[in-house]
T-cell receptor
Framework: QKEVEQDPGPLSVPEGAIVSLNCTYS??????FMWYRQYSRKGPELLMY????GNKEDGRFTAQVDKSSKYISLFIRDSQPSDSATYLC????????????FGAGTTVTVRA | DAGVIQSPRHEVTEMGQEVTLRCKPI?????LFWYRQTMMRGLELLIY????????DSGMPEDRFSAKMPNASFSTLKIQPSEPRDSAVYFC????FGRGHTEAFFGQGTRLTVV
């Protein structure tokens, strides 16, 4: 079993829909949870990070962490074609931990 | 700053040949990472440098892989001899020391194909 499991997708939604992305993990020691966005033929870029359990909102993006269930989510409201990308979850033991455990990524297409 | 710069963007080579990938981190970033991304295995950390010193190379798959960072502005990842299973996208990332990945920036990657 992988340390981080991510819904493989691909996911195709119409413009304006809510996109819901999820990851589960097995290591209860993880404290920091990140979402990266990776456009085709580009490197990953950090979208959001959250410490411990709870919600974090940034514009149209909301990250949720449920440590009791070892489950994290990313929601994209009012999705736009420019949101079409692969989204990777990642997690680490601490804020300056250099070792991240990545999910495999979910490819999202937002149709105009 | 132009960000993390990797070269070449694409490399096609024959099995058995030596391949050298290059990375220029963001100026002032003390930590540098090499990753490999494949469909099967996702994103894997190969090696981590801090202040030009290799700290963790446990992700380097075999002795055929080697990485150097001769100075703060340059790093190389070498594969010798290359094999078809090395085909992947290789990313370099840099971050200020101690800031983990909350301020990490990735390069655009080198897409390596070994035939």
């Amino acid at each position: 079993q992988k340390e981080v499991e991510q819904d493989p997708g691909p996911l195709s939604v119409p413009e304006g829909a809510i996109v819901s992305l999820n990851c589960t993990y097995s290591n209860s020691a993880f404290q920091y949870f990140m979402w990266y966005r990776q456009y085709s033929r580009k490197g990953p870029e950090l979208l959001m990070y959250t410490y411990s359990s709870g919600n974090k909102e940034d514009g149209r993006f909301t990250a949720q962490v449920d440590k009791s269930s070892k489950y994290i989510s990313l929601f994209i409201r009012d999705s736009q074609p420019s949101d079409s990308a692969t989204y990777l979850c990642a997690m680490s033991l601490s804020s300056n931990d250099y070792k991240l455990s990545f999910g495999a990524g979910t490819t999202v297409t937002v149709r105009a | 700053d132009a960000g993390v710069i990797q070269s070449p963007r694409h490399e096609v080579t024959e099995m058995g040949q030596e391949v050298t990938l290059r990375c220029k981190p963001i100026s002032g970033h003390n930590s540098l990472f090499w990753y490999r991304q494949t469909m099967m295995r996702g994103l894997e950390l190969l090696i981590y440098f801090n202040n030009n010193v290799p700290i963790d190379d446990s992700g380097m798959p075999e002795d055929r892989f080697s990485a150097k960072m001769p100075n703060a502005s340059f790093s190389t990842l070498k594969i010798q001899p290359s094999e078809p299973r090395d085909s992947a996208v290789y990313f370099c990332a840099s971050t200020p020391f101690g800031r983990g990945h909350t301020e990490a920036f990735f390069g655009q990657g080198t897409r390596l194909t070994v035939v």
